[in-house]
């Protein structure tokens, strides 16, 4: 099992950065490919990102490439969202979620392990 624990969400305005983290506990997390999703209101959860087990491969929607950047830290066990640049439609709440294999996948049907989710709301 691997616990997820999403924090760093908030109040925004557009143009502001925002970093979200994800704590993982449980098995080991060097083992996992690593995602992003976000969910808003009366829309279906999107992927955003996902980052390898190693941090070598990192893919990313359309809709926030050049913006957003994911990374992992191995020895905090964390994944962070870096989100630049952001805007009205980022408002969400964002969900970190891990997976077994390695390849690349933005279904997140794929993902077995999931956070609580951190709300992120940016005004315009």
């Known amino acids: 099992q691997v616990q997820l624990v999403e924090s760093g969400g908030g109040l925004v305005q557009a143009g502001d950065s925002l970093r979200l983290s994800c704590a993982a506990s449980g098995r080991t997390f060097i083992s996992y490919p690593m995602g992003w999703f976000r969910q808003a209101p009366g829309n279906e959860r999107e992927f955003v990102a996902q980052?390898?087990?190693?941090?070598?491969?990192?893919y990313y929607a359309d809709s926030v490439k050049g913006r957003f950047t994911i990374s992992r830290d191995h020895a905090k066990n964390t994944v962070y969202l870096q989100m630049n640049s952001l805007k009205p439609e980022d408002t969400a709440v964002y969900y970190c979620a891990a997976r077994f294999g390695n390849d690349y996948t933005p279904r997140p049907g794929d993902y077995p392990y999931w956070g609580q989710g951190t709300q992120v709301t940016v005004s315009a």
């Open positions: 980052i390898s087990w190693n941090g070598g491969n990192t």
